[in-house]
């Protein structure tokens, strides 16, 4: 294919190149002048991660050819900030805390930017209209909207690198400096101008593109894969199949390991990998695909979890009989007695679709072996310690030569916490060709072969007390959980977990079961379990207007208290449940409201808690180092990663803290498995109380050690000194103090190198199993939180409008006010906006994902999105770092139930199905109507 | 996600263009803003050849009136023909058309109007990707032998959801049309062949040039109405279009369109003939006719995009009764 020249204007530069007429303009900038900021979210044109302004109007990169783009006048996201002053809108998105994982930065800057040269009014209305071409999944868009119209109104512009010491403000009176403060988080300059790098950003020298064949076929045998045509085509470097794999199965847990990275027998979903190529060049990589021939031979699959345990279905997995993965038994007290002495007595079953993670960043792979066969991999996880270990496993070679490195991750969600087939594909690629692949994979991918959430039948029976005290709870769980195990053991357990802590019960069985379908693997998700969560709360307003007993009442009867023990026996340190529901009812007006709105209008609440951390093994600690240089630097060295959600800026926030520092002044080395210690990763919620406190801990092993030299300069006792403001003095006498970086020149000089070492490991009880022994100390402390929310229904239509959000959480302390802000308003997007109105999967008969695209499942727009009223509440934990605990999941659970019960009330039905959409919400009026 | 290979052709003039698709025909597509023709071509459902760029050809471009009628170039940004003002005031439903169209900022400028015309019919079990295809026969669409969206079905069965057709639909909207036999102007209604594989009448050697719109009586006014879920980005799965014009408070005249449900925007004579002559507060008649609406319009849709035949027959009815509200009220 003959290359034709082209002349572009990108950011005011005259660029001559040659490209062929197929690349769009999204190719060229990112693979030919090497500007990345703009991104294939999806590669549809829906998503807007590839906008860039074409003669200042915001376009998609992904759908304007290269060659269409020719005299005119493009300017990217690099192309903003002018002679390093940043333009407003990226200066507005950093101060207002408005940016988190950054996927969609880029896209949403220049839809902006696009927006304020237009000179339309800058409205909360139209600012929104403008950005609902910009799908965020992580924020909410609240902090953006806010953003853009400050900007848009006083587009003073700013330097870049602001000071940020004179940025944040101190929140309370005094206590502390750095944490507790709305401080802008030091990641977000990167993504608003294009700097930050995710892994599809990334190029090596002579990389070559890879790229995975996958199963057409839900359930099939495969007979025979011939890759030589593949093999032998010009360009193609590397060909694997099951083959050149040992074979060997792999899984979470001991007990669920039943999957091969390549499959050398079968395919169990369609989707699933089936072998993988490395070529020159995208193009040449897709030829070669198409080129490998598979023949299979396609057994009967099974796509409903019920109709999978029937004695009939066809078997997915060898060693589990009627397709059964897990099932997690939980009995407690004596349920039937329980029963017996209840005053009313109810059963309800509840189901919801999977909905699916939908993070801003598809996933992707880049793997490299360096001369000493040491290998560097970058890909987006929740814990790079998580995926070392099976790599070094399944590549044979020990840990210290596998190098998960630090990446920027656009999203998570629980979706990217365990090792995936691509990560083991791409590295083998490397290995076989020499050389560096990368694997990128569509928006179709990402759907449908890395993690969906569970569908659910949820069946609860309960029976309370006449002040509607639950006595006893019954509880069986069916979810479909795919063709793998996954996380399976915890995902069957979270859902009720979150509900057994939220709320008191002292007689409960629970039966949880995970069932093998020929479908896309499920994982863990933040919003875990909609029908369970819905189920639980909706059934307590069932149950409430039975006894005549309001909704809000019914919760602060049923609230989990300080001190309690959970029925499965972790001893709740802190709570402040009951606050959070007051606080929410008062500020979203509830007794002015409830049974008084306007017909269609409902008001609703959702409580739920979130375990910060659970039971890892080995895994469960955290190690931080700390390197403090001579001018008074410091590095931070520490295993925590951040998603999206803040976390390298948590870290930064507290060894400033405690060592007296600016956040100027620490560097951070995180999540690299070669130079940072064991770590728990993101997904069970511990960064902070981890994490964070055992960088705590090893900053005040470093604040120790320069005490030490300090008080001996000073002549003054170590236990009278304070590190303030980059100086070492004696408490109340700030004037005669030494300079940090002095202290640590001394030491050096003394002999008395000052560095931080520093670990937690959170006691939780050992024997604590999922499902083997699902009773004991889970982890040490519990979020809470309450979310209200108030809808109007258009009885015609059945169309929501949401009008009024307000979520409280208890987040034991506030570590940045503003970013958990940020946290509250992004998890009401997932968990109630899209997760219980417009999100779900639907299927043909073949397994086949009918809405794998951004254009068709729909993740909600700024449009859309209501704005939320957050209150934090601290019960300040006795065991977290400043008090502080797990602050980004529960509302997302805490906003699904609340919105189901808005609806719910508005339209005078309990919705038992979920996504609660248009259509079954104009049945349910419909059906109300015929009976009245 | 990758385009096929094509070449891309360039013309400066119309002549050249006409020229480049008698010579590649078949083998050849129009390229406008891309935002359709590119989202299938990388699915692979079509991967011509040839790709003939409008880019150079300004003359397609503008919004122009006279002679009693507005003339819209076919290469108009939607964004243009949304905020011209005329458009906002004489023709309502275009102009919510228009605005309610993938995203505001972004597709608006490069989506054009005779490509929003020209689209190709949509279906779930259709617009997919190559490898979402594969391990299954083809469709009537993909030039196969069946239909998935109805089961068993000897012909296609793909939703025709363009917003502006719809509207257009009532405005009495004429396309002026220019291949290598000459020049013709048909009513745009003719321009869809209500055939799901090949949804438009156009020759491959032929370009869409202009709409004519006549410039709408004194006393009369239109509207546009559209359900999606999401409220913007989605293309609607139930639309109405009207228009309406009135005397002495008794309709004259009423034209009744509803898209996506059909292959082609329907339309609806017999009920909006209920209206004619009718009190504009007669209930009953405003009952009579957007229940036939609802009717005649929930024979031809099919469950292929994403929302209930059910639901989105009963949206007919609320969506053509709201529009006709609306746009009575905007006589007034």
Known sequence: MKKVPLTLNVNSEKIELTVKPHRTLLEVLREQLDLTGAKEGCGEGVCGSCTVLMDDKPVRACLTLALEAADTRIVTVEGLAQGGKLDPVQDALIRNGAIQCGYCASGMVMAAKGFTLSGAEPEEDTIRKALSGNICRCTGYQKIVESVKEAAISPAGAETRPNLSMLHKTDKAGQFEIVGTRMPRVDTRAKVTGGAKFTADLAFPHMLTGKILRSPHAHARIVDIDTRAAENLPGVKAVLTGKDTSGRKWGVF?????????????????????????????DTALEALGLIQVTYEELPAVFDPMAAMAPDAPLIHEDFPQNINIHV??????????????????????????????????????????????????????????????????????????????????????????????????????????????????????????????????????????????????????????????????????????????????????????????????????????????????????????????????????????????????????????????????KAGWDKKIDRLPPYHGIGIGCNSVQTG???????????????????????????????????????QIAAQELGLLPEDIQLVTADTELTPSDPGAYSQVSTFVGGQAVQIAAQNAREKLFDIAADALEASKDDLVAKDRMIYVKGSPDKGIPLKKVVRMGLIQGRGVTGEGGYWPKTDPKREWVKNPYGQMCEAFSYGTTIVEVAVDPETGQVKVLDVTAAQD??????????????????????????????????????????????????????????????????????????????????MSAAQAYSAAVSNAVGVYFDEYPITPDKILEAIHKKQNLT | MRLPRFEYLEPKKIGNALDYLKTYGDSCRILGGGTDLLVRMKQRLCQPAYLLSLKSLGVLEGIRQGNGEVVIGARTSLAAVSASPFVREELPALHQAMESIGAPSIQRHRGTIGGNLCQDTRCLFYNQSAFWRSGKAPCHKAGGQTCYARQDSDRCHSTFQSDGATALSVLDAKVAIVGSKGKRKIPLPDLYSTVGEHPLTLEPDEILTDIHIPIPQAGSSSAYKRLSFRSAVDYPIVSVAVFVRTEKAVIREARIAVGAMGRAPLILLQAAGKLNGKSVTDAQAMDDAVGQCMDLASA?????????VDYRSRMVSVLARRAFEEALAEIQ
């Open chain 1, 614 to 652: 659970f039971p890892m093994g080995i895994r469960g600690g955290s190690q931080a180092f700390i390197k403090l240089n001579e001018d008074g630097g410091v590095t931070v060295v520490s295993g925590v990663v951040d998603n999206g959600q803040g976390n390298d800026n948590m870290l930064v």
């Open chain 1, 329 to 586: 038994p939980i009995n407690v007290g004596d349920v039937e007695k329980g029963f017996s002495e209840s005053y009313y007595v109810r059963e309800d079953t509840f189901t919801a679709a999977e909905e699916s993670y939908f993070q801003a960043e598809p996933y992707a792979v880049v793997a490299k072996f360096d001369a000493d066969g040491n290998l560097d991999i970058w890909c987006p996880n929740a814990g790079p310690h998580m995926k070392s270990k099976p790599l070094s496993n399944a590549l044979g070679i020990p840990l210290h030569k596998v190098r998960v490195r630090k990446i920027t991750i656009g999203g998570h969600f629980g979706g990217r916490s365990e090792i995936a087939p691509a990560d083991y594909i791409c590295a083998l690629l490397a290995r076989k060709a020499g050389r560096p692949v990368k694997i990128v994979y569509t928006r179709e991918e990402n759907t449908v072969s890395t993690r969906q959430g569970h569908s659910m039948i949820t069946t609860i029976k309960t029976g309370v007390n006449k002040e509607g005290r639950v006595i006893a709870r019954d509880i069986t769980c069916y979810m479909d959980g795919g063709a793998y195990s996954s996380t399976g053991p915890i995902a069957t357990s979270v859902p009720f977990l979150s509900m057994e802590q939220a709320y008191r019960m002292e007689n409960v069985r629970y039966n949880g079961y995970r069932i093998y379908t020929n479908k896309p693997i499920r994982g863990m998700i933040r919003v875990h379990g909609r029908s369970f969560a819905c189920g639980i709360d909706t059934q307590l307003d069932m149950i409430g207007a039975h006894l005549n007993i309001d909704p809000v009442t019914m919760r602060l009867r049923n609230a989990r208290e300080v001190g309690d023990t959970t029925c499965t026996g972790s001893y709740v340190g802190s709570c402040a449940m009951k606050e959070t529901i007051v606080k929410a009812a008062e």
């Open chain 1, 254 to 282: 001991r007990y669920t390991v039943d999957q091969q990275f390549l499959p050398t027998e079968k395919v169990r979903y369609f989707g699933e990998e089936v072998a993988a190529v490395a070529a020159v060049d995208e």
């Open chain 1, 811 to 892: 987040v034991g302390f506030a570590i940045n006010p503003m970013v958990l802000e940020g946290q509250f308003q992004g998890s009401v997007a997932m968990g109630g906006q899209g997760g219980m109105l417009t999100e779900y999967h639907f299927w043909d008969d073949k397994g086949r994902v009918m809405n794998p695209t951004m254009l068709e499942y729909k993740v909600p727009l700024a449009v859309d999105m209501p704005n939320v009223n957050s209150i934090i509440v601290e019960s300040i934990d006795p065991k977290g770092p400043y008090g502080a605990k797990e602050a980004g999941m529960s509302i997302a």
């Open chain 2, 300 to 308: 031809f849709a099919v469950d292929n995009v994403g929302a209930t």
